[in-house]
């Protein structure tokens, strides 16, 4: 929960919003000037300081420039009468956070406070994250430390170094591939060749041919000789994808192969000795194949000496800000992770993610790319994920306060009424029947930006 200092010399402010702000959790200090708050966040950090700017001893600018140089990560907002509103608009310059013009309702107060606790919470689950990241093992490529991740990556350990062949199951996007050169990585071949094969890309005529090779000649378009993917892996690890995939003449050569050790390159009567190891991959149900005669009962027992089911990300409930810190990371365009908007982190958490790790990358590579290594928000999203952040419905735990619904239906008519005037505000402030200067104080309020008046 924030730490915040509340710095004012008018008692009632200081009693009314330290009670507010108590009321929602937070630990306050009070201040009732800018020398005492000096004394007290020169023993402390305070990850937020509220302070009026007009003050005895000490006034408001003087005590940001202190709070900026002792604590740069403390998010300042600054109350002001409407009067010295150039002086907030200075510090904001400086790197205030916000400010507030006086007379102002506490729920403001509340507003701009729970945005801080939100984007901080935000930057400990990746601050978390990074640290994560950084105490993995240099050949571990797997990323990921919730339990269904721990189970799978002690189950890679443990077979690892085996040479049966594994089947990995798992729904598309989960990084059956990475899993495989995992156990790659890990065993004795690892020296030598890892092959991957899409057994879905080919025809059952060419599939043959990339599996076992084939002489010139050997069928139409076969212009030379070509080595298989079979020899290609020897002494290594081949990985057949999309196993599920393969027609049913193809399932009898491998399973021949896998019986005889050796393969027969089409256009020849030639058997080639060779020695690899078999990981193979689907995201389908082959016992459903099996039943239905399409997938053949003896290869899969060949196939399945060793399961290793990959969880979907649904299931993996605390990888999310680990992988996004990692795609972040490595798409951001200066090398810096982009900051996340809490709107833009509430879509990511709520989205089911159907096309996995594979379309969260996509999806965080998308943000990067048009944030322009600014903070990525919910426009920056693909369309599915924004959208997930739709409200969902309503029960006695999420249900609003008054006060927050006022606050929330407020700004959306006052964005409508912009609307209708076409961003001019003197016009929408005609239609809202209140002066430009009310208008702008509750667009301010509201943390209105230009980028939504224009939108």
Request: hydrophobic share 40%; charged share 25%; net charge negative.
């Amino acid at each position: 929960m924030l730490n915040i200092l509340l710095v004012d010399d008018e008692p009632s402010i200081r009693l009314t919003v330290g009670d507010a702000l108590r009321s929602e959790g937070y630990n306050v200090t009070l201040a009732g000037n800018g020398a005492e708050a000096a004394s007290l966040i020169d023993a402390k950090v305070y990850d937020v300081v509220v302070t009026d700017i007009r003050m005895p001893q000490l006034d408001g600018l003087q005590l940001f420039a202190r709070i900026r140089e002792q604590s740069p990560n403390t998010a300042v907002i600054i109350i002001t009468a409407y009067g010295d509103v150039t002086d907030a608009v200075k510090a904001l310059k400086m790197g205030a956070h916000d400010y507030l013009t006086k007379p102002f309702d506490n729920e403001e107060i509340l507003l701009r406070v729970g945005r801080i606790a939100e984007q901080r919470a935000i930057q400990d689950e990746l601050a978390h994250a990074r640290t994560e990241l950084a105490q993995r093992g240099p050949n571990r490529a797997i990323i990921g430390q919730s339990p269904p991740m721990l189970q799978l990556l002690k189950r890679i350990d443990t077979i690892g170094a085996s040479d049966a062949p594994v089947l990995i199951t798992g729904e598309s996007g989960t990084g059956k591939e990475l899993v495989a050169r995992s156990l790659h990585a890990l065993s004795p071949r690892a020296e030598h060749a890892f092959v991957a094969v899409n057994c879905a890309a080919f025809p059952e005529t060419l599939l043959e041919a990339e599996l076992f090779g084939h002489e010139r000649g050997a069928f139409t378009g076969a212009t030379r000789r070509r080595e298989g993917r079979f020899q290609a892996a020897n002494n290594g690890t081949l990985f057949l994808d999309e196993i599920a995939e393969i027609p049913p003449m193809a399932q009898a050569k491998l399973l021949r192969v896998l019986q005889e050790g050796h393969v027969e390159p089409l256009g020849t009567n030639t058997f080639v000795q060779v020695d690899v190891r078999i990981i193979s991959a689907t995201h389908r149900n082959l016992k459903e194949r099996i039943r239905d005669g399409s997938f053949r009962e003896d290869l899969y027992y060949r196939l399945n000496v060793l399961d290793l089911p990959v969880p979907p990300l649904r299931e993996r409930h605390g990888d999310l800000p680990v992988l996004v810190e990692y795609f972040n990371k490595r798409y951001a365009l200066d090398g810096e992770p982009a900051p996340i908007s809490p709107r833009a982190w509430a879509a990511l958490s709520e989205y089911g993610f159907p096309g996995n790790v594979r379309e969260l990358e996509h999806a965080i590579q998308h943000a990067v790319v048009l944030s322009r290594g600014r903070e990525i928000d919910l426009e920056h999203l693909p369309a599915d994920i924004a959208g997930s952040a739709a409200p969902a419905a309503e029960d006695s735990q999420s249900f609003r306060q008054l006060s927050v619904a006022i606050k929330e239906f407020e700004r959306e008519y006052l964005l409508r009424g912009l609307s209708l005037a076409g961003g001019r505000r003197g016009k929408a402030a005609d239609l809202l029947g209140i002066s430009r200067k009310n208008l702008w104080e509750k667009l301010r309020a509201h943390g209105v930006t230009q980028e939504e008046i224009d939108h």
